[in-house]
């Protein structure tokens, strides 16, 4: 199992975060072992003192596939979840200062959290469906689908250009604007159209 994400995906989050809008697709892939454990706190390493949350639809890939044609996408991917892309800013911004790959950041050990899978079939229009995420009660991320620069069947196709895709492989698909600070004693709660999806304590 792999997990492949997706960068700058939301023109809000790139303003906010003074970065340039892509052409295409930003790519990038996290080990299995930043996957968190369900049941198990996210806890702040000690090598970052600015760990950021990135709230995330995340899809799961049912079967394999190799360059997909964004009309036969949907085929490819049957549940989806919400999940949070943690990432250390502070030693991200000196790895990009430097021209330097992102892994130490984006890819540490319990960096990716996802909640429960359900069939995307029970949402209406999986292409305008709003998530958000609360940081101790508090709305901090909200957003839809369709806000998107590249939608979920576009982001399949372009994925299964350079990487194979095989069932069970999760794919992030980027975070909306409103990133920020996670604090020790935090409690992290995301939702898919109202639906409660993960709730996650932070040491």
């Known amino acids: 199992m792999k997990i492949i994400c997706v960068g700058r995906n939301y023109v809000d989050h790139i303003a906010e975060l003074n970065n340039e809008r892509p052409s295409e697709p930003v790519l990038f892939i996290k080990p299995d072992?930043?996957?968190?454990?369900?049941?198990?706190?996210f806890v702040i390493p000690e090598?970052?003192?600015?760990?950021?949350?990135?709230?995330?639809?995340?899809?799961?890939?049912?079967?394999?596939?190799?360059?997909?044609d964004v009309k036969f996408a949907h085929k490819y991917y049957d549940q989806i979840s919400l999940g949070i892309d943690f990432t250390a800013r502070d030693l991200q911004s000196k790895l990009k200062e430097k021209g330097l790959p992102w892994e130490k950041a984006k890819g540490f050990d319990g960096s990716a959290n996802v909640g429960t899978f359900f069939s995307k079939d029970e949402l209406p229009n999986l292409f305008d469906t709003?998530?958000?995420?609360?940081?101790?009660?508090?709305?901090?991320?909200?957003?839809?689908t369709a806000q998107m620069i590249w939608n979920i069947d576009e982001i399949i196709a372009e994925v299964s250009k350079y990487f194979t895709l095989k069932t069970g492989d999760l794919i992030y698909t980027?975070?909306?604007?409103?990133?920020?600070?996670?604090?020790?004693?935090?409690?992290?709660?995301?939702?898919?159209?109202?639906?409660?999806?993960?709730r996650l304590n932070v040491k």
């Open 130 to 144: 709003e998530f958000l995420l609360k940081q101790n009660g508090n709305v901090v991320q909200k957003a839809s």
């Open 174 to 198: 980027g975070t909306p604007a409103g990133v920020g600070k996670v604090n020790e004693g935090d409690v992290l709660e995301g939702e898919i159209a109202g639906r409660p999806i993960f």
């Open 47 to 68: 090598f970052s003192e600015d760990i950021h949350y990135e709230v995330e639809l995340v899809l799961k890939v049912c079967k394999v596939g190799k360059y997909i």
């Open 33 to 41: 072992t930043a996957l968190l454990g369900k049941e198990i706190p």
